[in-house]
C-alpha cells in the first residue's frame, strides 16, 4: 500500500509514545508521523519522524497553523489528542480539503467539553450521572456544597470546561491537612470548603460544577463512532492512579455498558474516536477524543481509525473485527525516559 503521513497533536501526551508505535507498526504499510505541539520539550519531537511547534488549541491560528504543516509535509490524516484541540480543528474542517481530520462535529464537541451541559444531557437522557450545580464564585460554591450535602458528605468541583483531572478537588471535612503536609504528595486533591472559598474570588471567576462526588472503580469505554452508534470498541477498567494518570487497564466485555455508549453517541453525534468515563455507576467524562488503548496484535484501533477517514474500510467492516476484542487483555502504563544532546 502507497506510504502515509499522519499528524499527531498534542505530541507531548502521555499516552503519545504508544500511540505512535501502533500506528508504525500496523503491519500493512509504511506511516510517517508528523508531530505538533506547543512545547518544544515535547516527546514527539524525538519520536516522529519530523515534529512542528503550534500554538495553544485554543489560539485563534491554531488550525491554520495545523493546515499549513499539513500541507508542507503531505498529510493525509490529522489526529488529535488533546481536547483543547478539538474545537479550533472542527470549525476548520473545510478548509482541510483532501485531508482526513479525525473530530466530531463542533457541536458534539462543544456538548462534550462543557461538563455541566454534559451532565443536563445524561439526566435527561435517565442515564446516571452527578447531581450538580453551575456556579461562580466562592459564596455559590459554599452554597452547592451545602445544598450537595456538605460536611455530612463529601462533594467536589471542577471547571465547567476542563480536560482530565485539571483543576478537579475534592470538598471534605475529614481532611487531616498535618498528615497532608507531612505524608502525602504535593498535588493532593481532597481539601476542606473553607480552604476553597478562601482561595476563589467572592463572586465571579471560572465557572465551575460542584459535584455529588462519585464513587466506586473506574471504567471507560474507548472506540470507533460513526455519529450514530459505536462501530468498533470495547469498555475497560481504569486503575493504580498515579498524578491523574490510570496506568493500569483490563477490557471488559459488558453489554450494559456498549449499549449506554450507543446511546451517548447517538444523542451528541461523536464521530471518530472517543471516551467515556465512569466512576461507579456515574458517567462523569465524555471525551470526543482518542484515549489511552489497550492494543491487540490483531486489533490496531489507532490505525483502524484512521484507516476508515481516509474511507480504506468501511463501518461493517469494522464490526466484523468486534469478535476480535479479547476481555482481560491487560495494559500497563509506566514510565520511560529518552536522553540526547543539546536542548
Known amino acids: 500500500m502507497k506510504p ?3 499528524i499527531v497533536t498534542a505530541s507531548g501526551a502521555p499516552g503519545t509514545a504508544a500511540l505512535l508505535r501502533a500506528l508504525r507498526e500496523n503491519g ?5 508521523l508528523v508531530g505538533t505541539d506547543m512545547s518544544e520539550r515535547s516527546v514527539g519531537r524525538h519520536l516522529c519522524d519530523s515534529f512542528h511547534l503550534v500554538p495553544a488549541g485554543s489560539d485563534p491560528g491554531f488550525a491554520d497553523a495545523v493546515r499549513e504543516i499539513a500541507d508542507r509535509e503531505g ?3 490529522i489526529l488529535p489528542q488533546s481536547s483543547f484541540d478539538l474545537e479550533g480543528l472542527a470549525s476548520a474542517v473545510d478548509r ?3 485531508i482526513a481530520v479525525l473530530v466530531s ?3 458534539a464537541i462543544r456538548r462534550s467539553n462543557d461538563k455541566a451541559e454534559t451532565y443536563s444531557l445524561l439526566h435527561r437522557l435517565g442515564l446516571p450521572a452527578p447531581a450538580f450545580r453551575r456556579v461562580q464564585g466562592g459564596r455559590e460554591v459554599e452554597a452547592a456544597a451545602r445544598e450537595l450535602g456538605y460536611p455530612e458528605r463529601a462533594v467536589c468541583f471542577k471547571p465547567v470546561f476542563s480536560s482530565g483531572s485539571r483543576g478537579f478537588r475534592i470538598l471534605d471535612p475529614t481532611v487531616d491537612r498535618a498528615h497532608q503536609l507531612l505524608h502525602e504528595r504535593p498535588g493532593s486533591v481532597a481539601m476542606r470548603l473553607e480552604e476553597a472559598v478562601e482561595l476563589l474570588p467572592a463572586e465571579g471567576g471560572t465557572e465551575l460544577l460542584v459535584m455529588e462526588l462519585a464513587t466506586g472503580g473506574e471504567r471507560t469505554i474507548d472506540g470507533i463512532a460513526n455519529g450514530r452508534e459505536v462501530v468498533l470498541g470495547h469498555p475497560k477498567t481504569r486503575e493504580a492512579m498515579r498524578a491523574g494518570l490510570a496506568m493500569y487497564f483490563v477490557t471488559l466485555a459488558d453489554d450494559g455498558l456498549m449499549e449506554l455508549a450507543d446511546t451517548i453517541v447517538a444523542e451528541l453525534g461523536i464521530e471518530h474516536f472517543f471516551n467515556i468515563q465512569l466512576v461507579g455507576e456515574y458517567v462523569i467524562e465524555i471525551n470526543p477524543r482518542i484515549s489511552t488503548v489497550v492494543y491487540q ?8 481509525g484512521v484507516k476508515r477517514a481516509l474511507g480504506e474500510i468501511g463501518d461493517e467492516e469494522l464490526r466484523a473485527l468486534r469478535a476480535r476484542i479479547r476481555p482481560g487483555r491487560t495494559a500497563l502504563r509506566y514510565f520511560d525516559q529518552l ?3 543539546g536542548g
Do not use: K, S
Not at 500493512?28 to 510517517?32: A, L
Not at 496484535?297 to 483502524?304: A, F, H, R, S
Open 96 to 98: 482541510f480539503d483532501g
Open 4 to 6: 502515509l503521513t499522519v
Open 75 to 77: 498529510a493525509a490524516a
Open 105 to 107: 462535529p463542533e457541536d
Open 339 to 341: 536522553e540526547f544532546d
Open 297 to 304: 496484535e490483531d486489533l490496531n484501533l489507532p490505525y483502524l
Open 28 to 32: 500493512e504499510r509504511e506511516v510517517r
